[in-house]
């Protein structure tokens, strides 16, 4: 098993910004990736973020680049999500999630294997 613990999601203005964090704990494996997805209600779960935590390769929606920044340290075991210019669009529960293997599938929820609990990132108009 692995636990997945997020934090670092609130309430900021449109423009302003978060940083969540993602600690994991318990299984490890050879090799895996770290995303963020989001969720929305009544939307599906959708892909922000990810990180291939070998190699360090990362990966964005569109909707996000050049605004969020996916980022590990190693010695913590922590994945971290910078978001920076927020718009109200962005508001949603951010989750994190572990999919073992390689970076194929990286946006593809189904594909994940452990989840956190998620957090809640509000941003006002």
């Known amino acids: 098993q692995v636990q997945l613990v997020e934090s670092g999601g609130g309430l900021v203005q449109a423009g302003g910004s978060l940083r969540l964090s993602c600690a994991a704990s318990?299984?490890?494996?050879?090799?895996?990736?770290m995303g963020w997805f989001r969720q929305a209600p009544g939307n599906e779960r959708e892909f922000v973020a990810a990180i291939n935590w070998n190699c360090g390769t990362t990966y964005y929606a569109d909707s996000v680049k050049g605004r969020f920044t996916i980022s590990r340290d190693n010695t913590k075991n922590t994945v971290y999500l910078q978001m920076n210019s927020l718009k109200p669009e962005d508001m949603a529960v951010y989750y994190c999630?572990?999919?073992?293997?390689?970076?194929?599938?990286?946006?593809?929820?189904?594909?994940?294997?452990?989840w956190g609990q998620g957090t809640q990132v509000t941003v006002s108009s």
């Open positions: 999630g572990v999919k073992s293997g390689t970076s194929d599938f990286f946006n593809n929820p189904r594909r994940y294997d452990y």
């Open positions: 318990g299984r490890t494996f050879s090799s895996y990736v």
